[in-house]
């Protein structure tokens, strides 16, 4: 049991095929008690299952886009626990107009809400929860190959996920004086709700089976691994990095 006796604190389950569940069914089977996060009731539905399939602690409301809704959860994982020692941060969002064509017509608006919800909402947890996460303990974030390297339709979302990845070095500078460490996941393509959203990506799919040095697409048991891994001591000296988890295919060039 890599986290026997460890608290986690998982905002971002949509459902059991996202990133966020893989990464909380690790954690809880490895001895972490784990909280999840809803951002309305409309998830609330959708979250209640996994939070009673999983064993958790408890459920809290937290619109990461609210200031006065994250110092609310704080407040209630306070009450209920004091202190804490992961945060997975799994949460992104973008209108959908701005997920296909050209990135060129990113409207101010649509720039605005992708760079809020996906790249501040960490900085803002982290602000919000710094004096409860326990010292040695992590914040994990996700991201994707996007932020790197143009990707069709990832268009602003792209350009987010990049100010995530600055972030988490920035964030693992702040928070290092404590030996909390802060780093990202670079998960490749998964069919999940958010990635419902992107035109064109069951061609994704197929690019990566064929071009990845491990010819196939990820499963989520490979992120949820990861996602232990980093939150575990196993990567004690680890921080400030972009990990990823893509059959390789980020290292392939033509």
């Not at 299952?49 to 619109?63: A, N, S, T, V």
């Not at 972030?167 to 670079?186: H, K, P, Q, T």
């Amino acid at each position: 049991m890599l986290l026997q006796g460890k608290k986690a604190l998982i905002f971002g389950v949509a459902n059991d095929k996202s990133i966020a569940y893989a990464i909380a069914k690790e954690l809880k089977n490895n001895g972490a008690s784990i909280a999840l996060s809803y951002a309305g009731d409309a998830l609330k539905k959708r979250v209640e299952p996994i939070h009673e399939e999983l064993g958790g602690d408890f459920l809290f409301q937290c619109d990461v886009s609210n200031d006065e809704a994250i110092t609310q959860s704080a407040q209630i994982v306070q009450e209920k626990w004091g202190n804490f020692d992961i945060l997975v941060h799994s949460v992104a969002f973008a209108n959908r107009d701005d997920l296909k064509g050209r990135y060129v017509s990113t409207s101010r608006d649509g720039f605005h809400l992708a760079m809020d919800i996906s790249a501040y909402s960490l900085v803002a947890l982290c602000q919000a929860y710094e004096g409860m996460l326990n010292d040695h303990g992590s914040v994990i974030a996700m991201t994707y190959y996007g932020a790197e390297k143009v990707i069709t339709n990832y268009n602003v979302m792209g350009v987010a996920k990049a100010a995530l990845e600055a972030s988490v070095r920035y964030l693992a500078m702040d928070l290092g004086e404590r030996d909390i460490r802060v780093n990202a996941i670079s998960a490749g393509p998964l069919k999940t709700l958010a990635a419902s959203g992107i035109s064109g990506f069951k061609s994704i799919l197929t690019t990566i089976e064929e071009r990845a040095p491990l010819r196939r697409n990820i499963i989520q048991e490979d992120v949820g691994k990861t996602g232990l891994f980093l939150a575990s001591d196993l990567s004690g000296a680890i921080t400030g990095e972009v990990i990823h988890v893509d059959a390789g295919y980020n290292i392939m060039g033509i």
